[in-house]
């Protein structure tokens, strides 16, 4: 093994899988020394964390950092999907863009620790996470010097194993057929017969079993300021909600999708996914938005949410314009607060009642169909001046110009 030069110190994001294992010797023979970085977003076992944790060190690490970020992860990026209602593209809750900037922060908060002038990723040319992780990278350590071995060997998989094996080190003949990116958001399947836009063969769903599917089920969310404090009237933490309604609302058949979007680097791509917290919880928060919030505070929300999920699954986040429309989530999101019940039945998730101090259905004032407290020529003059101009379109249009010749 080449001596490694402790002035040469880097750090590299690993998962434990292929391309992030031949990062390892690869940089070792560079003369690096190799730092790994594993950051649990609500994927790993313990299980799995011990092996990674083992595999780091066969492989030449001389340190390896396991950090748990789910709260962070919940707190950082999470949150501000639920209270923008964000799905990128109107269907897709970004499960892996959005994993990706608190992967980068922990890594350069250990380069830092550390003393590591260099980021390593296993990101290949081929993908948006080359994207979101320079990018991020750059905003929050403009210093940091970047490689990218996959990208800078070519990317073949099965030379990455050929170089692994002349070293040494076993590689499973196991062939994933899918890939899987699991998190507290959700997971995503894509590989084989998914990118070619065809339904998974067999069950590949881990979440949504939907072996409750003929049966009902209620949860109360209780949102403070727009984010979730309280399940069934008990106080948990933000990711605790997530991870146990990722496991128990899917049983009734409720929280997957196939999407078909538009990549960064030009092309469509198509995946599978399953995020039935996070999709509930949308929907619960959405409820209690129409109830508490204006028609205009509404309309120009969903013109940021727009904003802020392109931000995030284009590797924005860190973007000075993302602090601006936080302020306006912010301060729209002040009375979004109150109660919302949601009914699970046959695979669908209803809001069948919300509650709020904030609400703006004012009983005294008036009810949809039921009362008022106009009378009939307040009403008449209003729909006469509400439709005056639509009226004075259609005449010019009907005659073809001026009303006045």
Not at 78 to 84: G, H, L, V
Not at 340 to 352: F, Q, R, S, T
Request: charged share 25%; hydrophobic share 35%.
């Amino acid at each position: 093994m080449k001596k490694q030069n402790k002035n040469k110190k880097v750090v590299l994001a690993f998962s434990g899988g292929l391309d992030t294992s031949f990062c390892v010797p690869y940089l070792v023979d560079k003369g690096y020394q190799v730092i790994t970085v594993t950051v649990d977003s609500g994927g790993l076992s313990d299980e799995k964390i011990n092996l990674i944790a083992k595999k780091s060190k066969e492989l030449g690490a001389t340190k390896h950092y396991q950090i748990d970020a789910k709260q962070y992860y919940y707190d950082s990026i999470i949150s501000w999907i639920i209270k923008t209602n964000g799905l990128y593209e109107g269907s897709y809750p970004n499960l892996v863009s959005s994993q990706r900037y608190h992967f980068v922060e922990k890594c350069l908060e250990v380069a830092k620790k550390e003393k590591a002038k260099y980021f390593a990723t296993g990101n290949s040319g081929m993908g948006n996470d080359q994207i979101r992780f320079n990018i991020a990278a750059k905003i929050l350590n403009p210093n940091i010097e970047l490689i990218e071995p996959i990208k800078d060997t070519g990317g073949n998989r099965e030379e990455e194993k050929k170089f692994l094996i002349k070293k040494g080190f076993i590689v499973s003949d196991i062939h994933k057929k899918y890939s899987v990116n699991v998190s507290l958001a959700g997971i995503s399947y894509s590989g084989s017969e998914i990118d070619q836009n065809l339904e998974p063969i067999g069950n590949v769903f881990q979440w949504v079993t939907g072996e409750k599917v003929n049966e009902n089920a209620y949860f109360e969310i209780e949102f403070k300021k727009g984010i979730p404090i309280k399940l069934n009237s008990k106080k948990i933490e933000g990711w605790k909600i997530l991870d146990f309604l990722n496991h128990e609302v899917g049983k009734y058949g409720f929280g997957k999708g196939y999407y078909t979007g538009d990549c960064m680097i030009g092309i469509k791509g198509h995946l599978v996914f399953e995020a039935p917290a996070i999709l509930l919880l949308i929907l619960a928060h959405k409820a209690l938005e129409q109830y508490v919030l204006t028609k205009q505070q509404i309309y120009f929300g969903e013109a940021v949410s727009k904003e802020m999920t392109e931000m995030i699954f284009n590797g924005k986040f860190f973007d000075p314009y993302v602090e601006d429309l936080k302020q306006f989530i912010n301060s729209q999101q002040k009375n979004v607060t109150g109660k919302a019940l949601m009914k699970l039945e046959h695979g669908n998730a209803l809001p069948v009642s919300v509650k709020s101090k904030f609400s703006l259905i004012d009983p005294k004032i008036a009810m949809y169909a039921q009362s008022k407290t106009w009378t009939k020529q307040e009403v008449d003059g209003f729909i006469k001046l509400y439709g005056l101009q639509s009226v004075i379109a259609s005449k010019v249009n009907k005659k073809g110009g001026d009303l006045h010749e």
